[in-house]
């Protein structure tokens, strides 16, 4: 099985910063892409940006020029940073992971039980 542990969320004011980690354990053999979804109230789980392991990144729109996406692939830990937040940026934040098991497994997705993220004055 496969766990992902995701911290940092919080309570920050706009403008603000925050940084969220999601690490994955148990059995893994490679995790080809990790990412980030977050759903606020009374919308649907949208993409915020997702990353490969040769390192190409895709993001939201709503969220290029001021989140920032990264992982450590020797530690199976994906990172998001995320500056000039916006109160629409309010939402629970899923951490996402294709996950392969073993060379003979196809990927299957795992999420993390998500963290969240409130932008206020």
């Known amino acids: 099985q496969v766990q992902l542990v995701e911290s940092g969320g919080g309570l920050v004011q706009p403008g603000g910063s925050l940084r969220l980690s999601c690490a994955a354990s148990g059995t893994i053999f490679t995790i080809p892409a990790m990412g980030w979804y977050r759903q606020a109230p009374g919308k649907q789980r949208e993409l915020v940006a997702v990353?490969?392991?040769?390192?190409?990144?895709n993001y939201a729109d709503s969220v290029k020029g001021r989140f920032t996406i990264s992982r450590d692939n020797a530690k199976n830990t994906v990172y998001l940073q995320m500056n000039s937040l916006k109160t629409e940026d309010t939402a629970v934040y899923y951490c996402n992971a294709e996950v392969r098991r073993s060379r003979w497994n196809m990927a299957e997705d795992y999420w993390g039980q998500g963290t969240q993220v409130t932008v206020s004055s």
């Open positions: 990353t490969t392991t040769s390192g190409s990144t």
